[in-house]
């Protein structure tokens, strides 16, 4: 999904949504589990109540990977269905957080994008920038692809490193600007939390046009209002996720009615943001 | 396994080598792809043929993850394996370089170290720094197990971050520094770069009794001798990956025996260099 076309379905839909699937096989309603597939029919659900409200759904790789290879099956029918049940209708975020040297790059760059060879077809993938430009760069030779890079993110662990100082310019203000030479607007993304929102206007200093992907609102205390007032750009420029408080609602039968309700919320007052732009 | 446990293992063995598995469909022999899982028959036989002459091996997860599901499956087969065949006589890294807030690095931590939940059971994660403690500290909570955190790589896009430089402070000594706090030299080790074997000995200088996880020699143009010199210590203290030097060897059916000659040259060299300490 390119730009514009990423540009068009918030708009139409009013709404920046993207739902992250970090789905728990301890906190999905128990008469699930008598599934095959507990977590795919989990998602199935989720999506087909919330995917009208939503402009994006984040599968967080590692909710899948602690179960194996039955986890990575479930992961896989959730792409696939994703696509094949609302074509073109969603932008897809494979949250991998993924890194390494350039030949190991193209592999995950396979995985994430290339249906043919790993049977999962994403619009994009969360990275890490430790590595640098060629741990990035492979997963840029994909049209229409995008890499979403860390910059700032909503964890407490993010003081560690990304505050590190030089001559009054960031580690993760450093990594904006050098990683703007890897890509462009139109195929490079970043992560900036919620948790610290009054930030998000350095970001922006530096990256004005580009998306910014932002979690942390809901459960890890961060504002949408915050956000929106110092991230929203005239093409919305914001993607904010939420998991918990979505997918989570409830624990009972009605658990994809409940997540409706809540994204329904978020939507309302992202439709309300938008229209002041 | 412990540390004693590890300098046990390499003094008996003469070797501190590990074997990278970075498993390539594209590159393996052509007549094992008639079996139902090429990957793990290859891994298998490699294995066969090496065990006694390296004390650890560090399958590659992007090489797996590019086939899907089935590559998961064929990385299950391949730890399951090591671990059935030579309990407690090989060292098994999970070089997949994962890191994320901490309620997902728990869940990462479930698929690396517990096979009641993954089927998957290996000694220790690579894992990156960016997003700091909290993204690595759920790996340490497994008794026995073994962080090995991202300093120094290997590749050229080290250079865009990796240096960024405090008042003489670079941010790979800046990461040594601070993750001391999060482990000991009992469960944290790090990957310092071959390829920049001379700022080995700054590494040291920070941290002297750490295990180092050496990427690099061989195909990425990195010298044993070099990284030894400035490396070594009482304990051995490094760890040195090859992976496509040892693996892909032949092409052949004689895979197998040519992987096993080349491993035999590098654990001749590392015995005679492990004399001298």
Same mark, same amino acid.
């Given at each position: 999904m390119n730009r514009s076309e990423l540009v068009s379905l918030i708009f139409s839909k009013r709404s920046f949504l993207c739902i992250g699937l970090d789905t728990d096989l301890t906190k999905?309603?128990?008469?699930? /589990?008598? /599934?095959?597939?507990p977590v795919f029919e989990f998602n199935k659900a989720i999506i087909d109540a919330t995917h009208d409200l939503t402009v994006a759904y984040k599968p967080n790789f590692a909710f899948y990977e602690c179960n194996g290879t039955n986890g990575w099956g479930s992961l896989t029918k959730t792409i696939q269905y994703i696509n094949q049940a609302y074509p073109e209708q969603l932008y897809t975020i494979a949250d991998a957080k993924r890194g390494d040297i350039g030949n190991t790059s193209q592999q995950y760059a396979r995985a994430m994008f290339d249906a043919s060879s790993s049977g999962m077809n994403f619009d994009a993938v969360t990275v890490a920038?430790?590595?640098?430009e060629d741990s990035v760069?492979?997963? /840029?030779?994909?049209?229409g692809k995008w890499i979403i890079v860390l910059?700032?993110?909503?964890?407490?662990?993010?003081e560690d490193f990304q505050f590190f100082n030089n001559n009054g310019n960031r580690l993760f203000e450093q990594v904006l600007t050098t990683s703007q030479r890897w890509g462009t607007d139109e195929n490079l993304m970043y992560v900036v939390g919620a948790t610290k929102a009054e930030m998000l206007a350095d970001v922006r200093k530096i990256v004005p046009n580009h998306f910014l992907l932002v979690p942390g609102v809901g459960a890890q205390g961060g504002s949408l209002q915050e956000v929106a007032k110092y991230g929203l750009t005239k093409e919305c420029g914001l993607i904010v996720n939420s998991s918990r408080n979505i997918?989570?609602?409830?624990?009972?039968?009605?658990f994809a009615e409940k997540a409706r309700a809540e994204a329904l919320k978020m939507q309302q007052e992202m439709s309300a943001l938008l229209i002041l732009q």
């Open positions: 999905i309603p128990r008469h699930l /589990l008598d /599934l095959e597939d920038p430790y590595m640098g760069k492979p997963f /840029l030779t994909y049209p910059a700032l993110t909503s964890n407490k662990g993010a997918i989570y609602a409830s624990s009972g039968h009605d």
